[in-house]
């Protein structure tokens, strides 16, 4: 069973794994190496295959964000950095 990433424009959470769905959800917006970090450590926790790099699916693929999230990077806050800060 193949997970799969879920873009969300409105999530209490940057990266969050919903069991029902099987799904990873990603916040709109959020840092790319954050969120992929997030999802290997998610995935990691469902004990699929691990890589040095990067995340895999339960299957072994790679896991690659979608591109309706790496095309809203440009001109992006950083929202950890912004909770981090207290702001």
Known sequence: ???RLVPVDLAAELVSYDAVDVSIRVRRGANPEYVMAE???ILSDLDAPSAAVGALCFCGDPITLPPELLAQQAGCRDDRRQVLRGA
Do not use: K
């Open 1 to 3: 069973m193949c997970i």
């Open 39 to 41: 999802i290997s450590a």
